[in-house]
């Protein structure tokens, strides 16, 4: 996305130089000497905007490191990025589009041209359709074939038509509406949609079809076969109660069967793992209420303005993007961990994991030319509390080094004693263990306390001794509300941008996931004979074979 000069190389930059040359000076020291040198640390290495507060002192920086890395993004241009980005300038160059999920939150008394056509009051009034259909909805107006409410909604999708309904609508389980369960199918495998048909009324169950090219093949099966179980109790005519979609292809929806009035649009500007802003939310907003959509909105549009008005060196996404960066390309540290302390994000990592890794999953920039530094890192976890008791061991004393994201909500949604004292003391205890780590003298110590043997003690030493030095950042928010989810997914996705920009990549294209369906399409043909065999390798052939022979 470096329009200067896209074809040097990010290692030749200036400032990436300088980093090097720091990293070299400062590869040895230990976090914790560096709190006890500066009692003020943590509020020189912390920040706050949009209810969500960053503290990154526990990562190998200093205020050197940070003002380095703030060189590093002037230089990348990400300012310029980021206002093109915005501006709706056509950024995602490999598809010739404009990068707009940011218009989806923006306030209708704002004007956003794109090709000379404002497009927030479009935006708007698709929103305020979708407020007047979730309304009927969640009230019991709309009504299913036998004349019942519904109680069931069915989002079919998949990748960002699926993780983010179903990541949202679960850590915003307690604003849910009481009589609505949300359920989500996005697997191909008839195992997913089977076990929930099976358990489900068609008389009172609402599809919602989303996909943006409504040709997705996994979706496209799943809602085929959703509507011929509808109307295995259903006539034709009453498809409609029972089905909408969520795409920008209406041509397809209507061959489909689903009227235009039941078609809620997008448009081709919002990347499908950005896509939970626009018209994709439907399930959100129906289970939410479409006050607390607008106020998931209005929160992400605070992170936006943040993003867009402070200076780099205070801007939440930029330090959590310039933070990756120092941990992937420095300190060589190849995957971060989430880990939320909430049980309502649950599927948040998950949900990163698309984002950052559909999007940063690139090693070749805007130009064609190669990246000379490492991408995107592996992005996985699980709630915190759960990693612990299962892989937080090899985080501790493995042999790689790993970040980790620590992300907490300081007031609970349950009323439930204890638990969230209990709760926060993990996720703190957690993170200063990552950072402090318990050197020999430590050990040793404990143990003569305990009164163990000296040669006992020599040789525990080594196994309960823990390097510490590994990186964290912990995200806090006051509560888990709509609004702080909104800020919380902006911030990430501000975070992937300012990463792309800056090695040089373009993030909102996955040509990457492209080879696989292709071959699919293909083998599937094969496996039901309407195609020859093609000449596979000898295991993709061998594997057909068998498939073929019990199938
Ligand atoms: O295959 C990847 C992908 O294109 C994702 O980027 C996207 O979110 C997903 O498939 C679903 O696409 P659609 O919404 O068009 O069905």
Redesign the pocket.
């Known amino acids: 996305m470096r329009t200067s000069n896209p074809t040097s190389t990010l290692i030749a930059t200036a400032a990436f130089q300088a980093l090097q040359q720091h990293h070299v000076e400062t590869k040895n020291r230990q976090v914790r000497d560096l709190f006890t040198q500066d009692p003020a640390r943590f509020t020189k290495l912390s920040v706050e905007a949009a209810g969500l507060f960053l503290d990154f002192s526990k990562n190998s920086v200093d205020d050197k490191t940070m003002q380095l890395l703030c060189d590093l993004a002037r230089e990348t241009q990400v300012e310029t990025q980021r206002d093109a980005m915005f501006a709706g300038k056509e950024i995602n160059r490999t598809e010739h589009r404009a990068v707009l999920h940011t218009a989806l939150r923006r306030p209708r008394s704002d004007q956003l041209l794109l090709d000379g056509k404002d497009i927030i009051p479009d935006i708007h009034a698709v929103l305020d359709r979708m407020g007047v259909f979730s309304e009927r909805v969640r009230s019991g107006e709309w009504r299913g074939y036998d004349g019942r409410e519904i109680t069931d909604i069915v989002n079919i ?5 699926y993780l983010g309904p179903k990541m949202t609508c679960q850590a915003l389980r307690s604003f849910g509406h009481s009589r609505l369960v949300m359920h989500f199918v996005s697997n191909v495998d008839g195992h997913d949609l089977d076990a929930l048909l099976s358990r489900i009324d068609p008389a009172t169950t609402l599809f919602i079809v ?4 409504f ?2 093949s996994e ?1 496209m099966t799943n809602a085929r076969s959703a509507r011929a179980w509808l109307l295995r109790s259903a006539t034709e005519a009453d498809l409609h109660k029972h089905f909408v979609a969520v795409s920008t292809q209406l041509d397809l929806v209507t061959e489909f069967g689903i009227a235009a009035e039941n078609m809620f649009p997008f448009w081709d500007w919002v990347g ?2 950005y896509s939970i802003w626009s018209a994709i939310g439907l399930a959100l907003i129906i289970s939410i209420g479409i006050d607390n959509f607008k106020e998931f909105l209005a929160g992400a549009h605070a992170m936006d303005q943040h993003f867009q008005q402070t200076p780099l060196e205070k801007n939440l996404p930029v330090i959590l993007a310039l933070i990756g960066i120092w941990n992937r390309n420095f300190v060589e540290s190849n995957s971060i961990s989430i880990a939320p302390y909430h049980q309502d994000l649950r599927l948040f990592p998950g949900y990163l994991q698309q984002l950052e890794m ?1 999007s940063n999953g690139k090693r070749v920039k805007v130009d064609g030319s190669k990246v000379d530094v490492a991408t995107c890192p592996i992005i996985w976890g699980d709630v915190g509390t759960n990693g612990q008791h299962a892989y937080f061991q090899l985080l501790h004393q493995g042999t790689d080094v790993m970040a980790v994201d620590f992300i907490a909500a300081l007031k609970p949604s349950h009323q439930l004693e204890s638990h969230q004292v209990l709760l926060l003391a993990n996720c703190f205890a957690q993170s200063e263990a990552f950072m402090r780590g318990k050197n020999a003298e430590e050990v040793r110590a404990d143990m003569q306390k305990q009164g163990l043997p000296n040669d006992e003690i020599e040789k525990l030493l080594p196994h309960r001794t823990f390097p510490g030095n590994r990186p964290s950042n912990t995200i806090l928010m006051d509560a888990l509300t709509p609004n702080t989810l909104g800020a919380l997914i902006a911030l990430y996705e501000h975070k992937v941008f300012v990463q792309g920009v800056i090695w040089g990549i373009n993030s909102f294209d ?1 040509w990457g ?1 492209e080879l696989g ?1 292709i071959l699919a399409k293909n083998i599937a043909a094969e496996l039901t004979e309407q195609a020859k065999p093609a000449q596979h390798d000898s295991s993709t052939n061998g594997l057909i074979a068998r498939a073929k022979a019990a199938l």
């Open positions: 999708g998949i990748g960002g038509s989303a996909s943006k090219t040709g997705t979706t499908g793992r559909e996955q996931v369906k």
